[in-house]
């Protein structure tokens, strides 16, 4: 069977960060993925960096998440960023040519350092 998609939020400095485990592949897994990220941008978050060190796979269903929150994050007045994507992941964002539009890092201090104050405040 399919391994899921684990999906874990945390707060830090007034950034949002969705800790993603498994496959972020078509189906329920992405399903899933989708109404998380929906339900945050719904309730107000507007900054929220997507760690994807354990992502093991994703395909076009979980870009399309991805790029479904950027976009509405953006039209709102916030930002997503993308940390720690496995080379598989890595991969299919360059492959999809994201990896010059959603700002992408190697460790999540830089990428939490990268949303500056204006996080920092919204989270107070």
Not at 31 to 47: E, F, I, Q, S, W
Not at 71 to 76: E, H
């Amino acid at each position: 069977m399919a391994m899921g998609l684990e999906i874990s939020k945390r707060v830090v400095n007034g950034v949002t960060i969705v800790d993603l485990q498994g496959r972020a592949t078509i189906g329920a897994n992405t399903d899933k993925l989708d109404h998380a990220l929906r339900k945050l941008v719904a309730g107000g978050t507007l900054n929220i960096l997507m760690n994807l060190a354990q992502v093991t796979m994703m395909d076009s269903s979980g870009i399309a998440a991805i790029v479904g929150t950027y976009v509405s994050l953006a039209r709102d007045g916030g930002s997503l960023k993308l940390s720690r994507p496995s080379s598989r992941v890595r991969e299919v964002l360059r492959v999809m040519r994201l990896l010059n539009s959603i700002p992408t890092f190697e460790n999540e201090d830089e990428a939490l350092n990268s949303f500056g104050a204006t996080a920092q405040s919204a989270g107070s």
